[in-house]
């Protein structure tokens, strides 16, 4: 069973538009989550979290918005770059210590010049 | 440099052979952790070490997988007798506690013939 899902495989965006990737999630106990950034042959590097006790976390171009009714949270990236091109995962501990992350299957996000 | 080291970063071998991963965490993280990533999949948990407590193996497939962290440092994940099924990337990742942000070292990309 699948706790936390990235329905869209791939999304495409024009630099300097927002990309918005989705993320939803089972588990009404999860408290925190994080977002993941993999370039090609690189290991995923953290990108921002939030805990369940806010609704949005910013860090530069980079905001989290979590909607605990709904089991969802997105990652807003405005404006986007060609840089930013990358696989994104979504990921939230479990485990009676929080120590591990299940993730997302994740999506591609491509920015176009 | 200072981040997690993995070796060998590319390993080929055939079905049946035993294999030995490498991980070097970052200095003074006391917590470890392995993942997979099959073709076309999210990061899969395997097992994770937390300073002299026992690790948390729940998430190794069979018994054919083992690991073991000397000295709270180094660790090794083993696979015996290995399958076309093992093929896919291994991840280290290391945290200062659990609950933290994991820090992933680039992987071991094993390909089983």
């Known amino acids: 069973d699948q706790q936390v899902k990235q329905n869209s495989p791939s999304l495409s965006v024009q630099e300097g538009r927002i990309s918005i990737l989705n993320c939803d999630y089972t588990?009404?106990?999860?408290?925190?989550f994080l977002w993941y950034k993999k370039y090609p042959a690189e290991g995923p590097t953290f990108l921002i979290s939030?805990?369940?006790?806010?609704d949005k976390n910013e860090d530069g171009r980079f905001t989290v918005f979590l909607n605990k009714s709904a089991k969802h949270l997105s990652l807003h990236i405005v404006p986007s770059q060609p840089g930013d091109s990358a696989v994104y995962f979504c990921?939230?501990?479990?485990?009676?210590?929080?120590?591990?992350?299940?993730f997302g299957a994740g999506t591609i996000l491509r920015v176009k010049s | 440099g200072a981040g997690v080291s993995q070796s060998p970063s590319n390993k080929v071998t055939e079905k049946g052979k035993d294999v030995e991963l490498r991980c070097d965490p970052i200095?003074?993280?006391?917590?470890l952790y392995w993942y997979r990533q099959s073709l076309g999949q999210g990061l899969e948990f395997l097992i994770y070490?937390?300073?002299?407590?026992?690790?948390?193996k729940s998430g190794l497939p069979s018994d054919r997988f083992s690991a073991e962290r000397t000295g709270g440092s180094v660790s090794t994940l083993t696979i015996q007798r290995t399958q076309q099924e093992d093929s896919a990337v291994y991840l280290c990742?290391?945290?200062?506690?659990?609950?933290?942000?994991?820090?992933f070292g680039d992987g071991t990309r094993l390909s089983i013939l």
């Open positions: 990742a290391s945290s200062l506690q659990g609950y933290q942000p994991q820090h």
């Open positions: 588990n009404s106990m999860f408290d925190y």
């Open positions: 939030i805990s369940s006790i806010k």
């Open positions: 990921a939230a501990p479990v485990g009676e210590y929080g120590n591990k992350l299940v």
């Open positions: 200095s003074g993280h006391t917590a």
């Open positions: 070490f937390q300073g002299n407590s026992a690790p948390d």
